[in-house]
């Protein structure tokens, strides 16, 4: 297991999109489009991330 940060930025919008991806996209701190967070690398962070990957990038760091 990788303890490194991964940079994750939100690059569609969350309207009209599933409740549990939207609570996901909010978990991990991002707000707005093209808004970027860095995140550390555990499996609970990139549950989310695999759960919404169709709205976000995601960058090592």
Do not use: W
């Amino acid at each position: 297991m990788s303890t490194g940060k991964v940079k994750v930025t939100l690059i569609k919008s969350v309207s009209g999109r599933l409740k549990s991806h939207k609570a996901c996209v909010a978990g991990l701190g991002l707000r707005k489009i093209n808004h970027s967070v860095e995140v550390i690398d555990t499996p609970e962070n990139r549950g989310m991330i695999n759960k919404a990957y169709y709205m976000l990038r995601v960058e090592e760091v």
